[in-house]
């Protein structure tokens, strides 16, 4: 497939240029002009390069972009990032938010399928657009099997819970990767249970006051999320042999 008919395609799905964000999102690096084996990460870093040359990829689809808001000098490790893509021939793809918020792809809303939730809907406003989505779990659940099911969902342990809502659960919202900032409006909006990445200091005595169980499944773990839809995606639109690339972080 050529290039750049699939970067045309990645910015229509994911409407890349709607969606107002500090990642400079779509094509960051130009590489082979013909791809055929995609990889995917969550993060820009040497190491997922490293394992897209690896796996013999044309092109690499990452969360965390190498480009954001402010230029970077060519220097230090952005040198050597750059230089590994540069010399291996392989183009990178970054896509943050639309990615996080796209409706059939996006992080959130699969979460939402990866928990079984029903009735999903937006949930949550980021500048005008729907940050993430919400529904009603299957059965009630108490917190603390809530957590064990987003542990089965995402593979590994979740960060941290607290439980300051009701002790048994029914409705979550879901916002991925450094959404605590969100809990408020998990409260206005009514939910039992609040799903996001990354603990924050500063959102930890407005979930308390506000009364909202907020699970934190790490920032890392819930960002591979859209990613993995992404790659069944493509693969089954156009053919094309993909691999995600496991880094965690930790975070």
Not at 80 to 95: E, F, H, K, P, V
Request: glycine letters at 12%; zero cysteines; hydrophobic letters at 45%.
């Amino acid at each position: 497939m050529r290039r750049d008919e699939l970067v045309k395609y990645l910015d229509d799905l994911l409407q890349i240029k709607a969606i107002e964000d500090s990642s400079n999102n779509g094509l960051q690096v130009e590489g082979a002009a013909q791809v055929q084996r995609l990889a995917f990460a969550v993060d820009a870093s040497l190491a997922a390069f490293e394992g897209a040359r690896a796996t013999g990829a044309q092109m690499l689809l990452v969360h965390h972009g190498l480009f954001w808001s402010q230029p970077l000098m060519v220097t230090g490790p952005h040198r050597r990032r750059l230089g590994m893509l540069i010399n291996a021939d392989i183009s990178l793809y970054a896509a943050h938010l639309p990615l996080d918020f796209h409706p059939e792809l996006g992080n959130n809303v699969t979460l939402a399928r990866w928990l079984g939730l029903a009735g999903v809907e937006p949930f949550g406003d980021y500048k005008g657009q729907p940050a993430g989505y919400a529904g009603r779990l299957p059965e009630a659940l108490k917190v603390d099997d809530l957590a064990g099911r987003v542990e089965a969902a995402l593979g590994e342990p979740v960060s941290r819970v607290w439980a300051f809502g009701k002790s048994t659960v029914e409705t979550v919202g879901i916002i991925s990767g450094g959404a605590a900032r969100f809990v408020d409006q998990a409260a206005a909006a009514g939910l039992d249970a609040f799903l996001t990445g990354e603990m924050s200091h500063g959102a930890f005595h407005d979930a308390q006051e506000l009364g909202v169980n907020v699970i934190f499944g790490g920032h890392y773990a819930t960002e591979t999320a859209g990613l993995k839809a992404l790659a069944e995606h493509l693969a089954a639109e156009f053919d094309l042999e993909t691999t995600f690339l496991d880094l965690p972080t930790g975070a």
